[in-house]
């Protein structure tokens, strides 16, 4: 039977598996709203701004691995939703994005709402299509899931014109999908491997250095089995916080540009390198040059081979899935006779212990205004350090990343790599609708929430109980920090005047709020929230204005000339 | 150090405009960039001459691999390889230099194509060196319009680059 474009594209969602599309209908997508309306199978979630159904859908995919699907219309629908793409872009999130788009007799002709949404996102997706026949509709979606999720993970834009979803073929979907130009290396090379362990089990200061792939690549097993038989310190990047246990005796804490004392030493000072999914971020080696001061040898194991000696020269490359070479390494340890150096590795864990007495995260507990970081700390044992935590960006985000101790993967979700201010309610959505009885905790700054604050009406129409934590210090204190540091306390436009009254606000959603201003208020008022349990509870917390984050590498700056408190 | 680069892609509207998008977003150079299908029609092959450190060419050739429509990607340059580049240059031919015109043209083995009372148009392949040597040995003010293809480059001897 022949079925029309809308019902082929539900049709490809539904077999494909997903089970929420987030979306915003308008004109050019209406005959696929039509369709979702038929039938059951694609559950669709209505958000206020197609920016936050973008976030929606990322933080979906963050937290449960599966990819995020999103639907929207075309021009404005379209150009909304760019700020999400390029967000899960930079932190290789597997998404794919349908864009509806003027009748394909129209492209061209600057037609009602039309906007060139394969020119506009070409810089920001792994890879996208423009439908022109309904024959290929249900193969172009199927290689959308395929490349979106396989390899290095990354969001694919699917244009569909309305004609398309008007004319009519067979459907059938696809099973499986090969691509001449496309195949992704699994397997590391095994003399690669080899190599690397010899150089690993000779190290005298080794360090592993963790990111955001052994997230992605469902690792954090094999990572945390290979560095406990190693014996070795291991540092997590932002985006790999989790992928190996923070309660671990051999966690160093985050490294970087407000990693810990500690990490950001050992990092410098090592003498082999272990790179596994992380990507010399100029956030996290500082500069470059700096670095470069000491002679280390470097391993790193990434998917991409771009990945790879892009900012750093790599000794040994490993290109292949993490959770497989992780795997093969911790064999080959096995079945081998040598192990590491133990006299050469008491004496580097000396040195560390001495770095970590320095106690860089310490901070005034007996202040009578309330620090941020204790507001972390707190929400950290009343959730018994199991919540699902999403932030925004700015100093909130930084505390949250230091004091939050993540021991799981998929726990912590933000933006890194393009520091999106905004995501984190509705990646908390996401992540509600991935694991609905697991808690959910938004930390968020009183700027950052205002950049998708709409999305409290999507979460009242949904029951999305999310635990909002508004560290209000009534600036965009990141900025007002680099301010202070390196533009003489000229604190320009980083005030937030003309606040709204937060409680109020939550309250006209339908939602409860609590306003917090005395440290002793901390524990009672996070407990109060994650007691209600199907109310979203937003916690406005009157905050230090003037706290900083430390340690911080000034940019420009080596990984050993931080900023201490 | 220049490189030339050649590349098989699927033959599909975008796919120039992702790897022209690919080396302006990250600031590679391009100084020249030819592309037309091949015998198979379903790809195309291209011809980029670049230039950049061991460590950017490096860059160059995994984020090409990297692009979904790529499917081969080689650095002609790190073989043996032959490159020609095709040239239509209008000259001013009249007076005592319209036979002067002639004999330089013979002289880099080009063709005359077309002819009007004041001037030639001439056909003529090689390397681009050798092009920028015919336009050298012209007297100033000869030239009235250029127009030049960039290099295509092939690998020689056994060199192949098919899927
Ligand atoms: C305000 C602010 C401050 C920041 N400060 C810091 C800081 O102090 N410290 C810090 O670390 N970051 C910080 N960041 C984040 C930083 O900008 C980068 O986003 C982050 O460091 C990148 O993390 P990553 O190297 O783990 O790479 P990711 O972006 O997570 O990339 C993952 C890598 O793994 C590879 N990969 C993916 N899947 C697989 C697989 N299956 N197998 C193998 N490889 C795979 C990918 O190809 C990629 O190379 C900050 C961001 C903001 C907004
Ligand atoms: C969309 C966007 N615009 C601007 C920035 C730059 N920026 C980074 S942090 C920050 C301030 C954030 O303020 P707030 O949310 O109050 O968090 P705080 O730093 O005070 O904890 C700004 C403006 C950004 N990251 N994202
Ligand atoms: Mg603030």
Redesign the interface.
């Known amino acids: 039977m022949e079925l029309t474009g809308a019902e082929i594209t539900v049709r490809c969602l539904a077999d494909e598996g997903v089970e929420y599309l987030f979306g915003y209908p308008g004109g050019a997508v209406l005959h696929i709203y039509d369709e979702l309306f038929k039938q059951d199978r694609v559950k669709h979630i209505l958000v206020r701004h197609e920016q936050a159904a973008v976030h929606a859908a990322d933080g979906y995919a963050r937290a449960c691995q599966k990819p995020g699907v999103v639907l929207v219309t075309s021009g404005p629908g379209a150009t909304n939703a760019v700020t999400g793409i390029a967000t899960a872009y930079m932190d290789s999130i597997p998404m794919v994005i349908l864009t509806g788009q003027v009748p394909t007799h129209a492209i061209g002709q600057d037609a009602f709402q039309e906007v060139d949404s394969?020119?506009i996102t070409?810089?920001c997706v792994?890879?996208n299509f423009?439908v022109k026949d309904v024959h290929d509709l249900a193969a172009t979606i199927k290689k959308a899931f395929y490349?979106a999720t396989t390899g290095r993970p990354g969001p694919v834009v699917v244009d569909i014109p309305k004609d398309i979803t008007m004319a009519r073929c067979e459907y059938v979907y696809p099973t499986s999908v090969s691509?001449?130009?496309?195949n992704p290396v699994v397997k590391g090379h095994s003399g690669q491997i080899r190599k690397a362990l010899n150089l690993l089990l000779e190290a005298k200061r080794p360090m592993i250095y963790a990111g955001g792939g052994v997230v992605l690549g469902e690792a954090a097993a094999e990572l945390t089995q290979l560095v406990r038989s190693l014996g070795f310190p291991c540092t997590n990047t932002l985006m790999g916080l989790g992928g190996f246990p923070a309660s671990d005796p051999q966690y160093m804490g985050m490294l970087g540009m407000h990693g810990t004392y500690e990490a950001n030493m050992a990092m410098q000072h090592c003498d082999v390198l272990l790179a596994v999914g992380a990507r010399f971020d100029d956030r996290v080696i500082g500069n470059p040059k700096h670095f470069f001061q000491e002679d280390r040898r470097i391993i790193h194991i990434d998917v991409?081979?771009?990945s790879i000696?892009?900012r750093v020269?790599v000794d040994v490359p490993i290109v292949g899935d993490v959770k497989d070479v992780l795997a093969e390494m911790s064999r080959q340890i096995a079945a081998g006779t040598q192990k590491p150096d133990a006299p050469a590795l008491k004496s580097w864990w000396t040195q560390i212990e001495l770095w970590r007495a320095r106690d860089c995260l310490k901070y005034d507990r007996t202040s009578e205004i309330i620090k941020p970081q204790m507001v972390i700390e707190k929400l950290w044992e009343v959730t018994g350090g199991d919540a699902i935590v999403t932030s925004d960006v700015g100093q909130h985000q930084m505390w949250a990343a230091q004091f939050y101790r993540f021991d799981k993967p998929r726990r912590w979700l933000n933006s890194g790599g393009l520091g999106t201010m905004g995501v984190g309610l509705p990646y908390a959505m996401g992540a509600l609708l991935a694991h609905p009885d697991t808690p959910v905790a938004c930390v968020t700054g009183e700027a950052s929430i205002q950049m998708c604050i709409q999305e409290l009406s999507t979460c009242k129409q949904y029951r999305m109980p999310v635990k909002i934590l508004n560290l209000n210090n009534r600036y965009m204190g990141m900025v007002r920090q680099w301010q202070e540091f390196f533009h003489g306390n000229r604190y320009a436009e980083s005030y937030m005047d003309a606040l709204p009254d937060f409680v109020k606000l939550a309250e006209s959603y339908g939602h409860v709020g609590i306003r917090i201003e005395k440290p002793a208020d901390i524990e009672p008022a996070i407990r109060e929230a994650f007691a209600r349990k199907n109310e979203l509870v937003f916690m406005d917390f009157i905050t230090d204005q003037t706290e900083n984050v430390f340690p911080m590498v000034p940019g420009g700056k080596g990984l050993s000339e931080m900023i201490l408190v | 150090m220049r490189h030339i680069i050649s590349l098989l892609l699927e033959n599909e509207s975008g796919a120039l405009s992702r790897v022209a998008g690919l080396f302006s977003a990250r600031g590679y150079n391009i100084e020249s960039l030819t592309v037309a299908p091949t015998e198979d029609e379903t790809l195309s092959r291209m011809t980029i001459v670049t230039s950049g450190s061991d460590d950017v060419i490096e860059q160059i050739t995994k984020q090409l691999n990297k692009l979904v429509d790529v499917v081969k990607v080689v650095d002609l340059s790190e073989g043996e390889h032959i490159e020609r580049e095709l040239m239509l240059v209008k000259v001013r031919a009249s007076g005592k230099d319209r036979e002067e015109m002639k004999r330089m043209a013979d002289i880099f083995r080009g063709r005359i194509i077309d002819v009007t009372d004041k001037s030639y148009t001439i056909e003529l392949t090689g390397t681009g060196q050798k092009l920028d040597a015919f336009l050298d040995a012209l007297e100033e003010g000869a030239v009235l319009e250029a127009v030049r293809t960039g290099a295509s480059g092939i690998g020689r001897g056994d060199r192949i680059l098919r899927v």
Do not use: N, T
């Open positions: 394969i020119g070409r810089p792994k890879h423009l490349i691509l001449r130009s496309y991409d081979p771009s000696s892009k020269k």
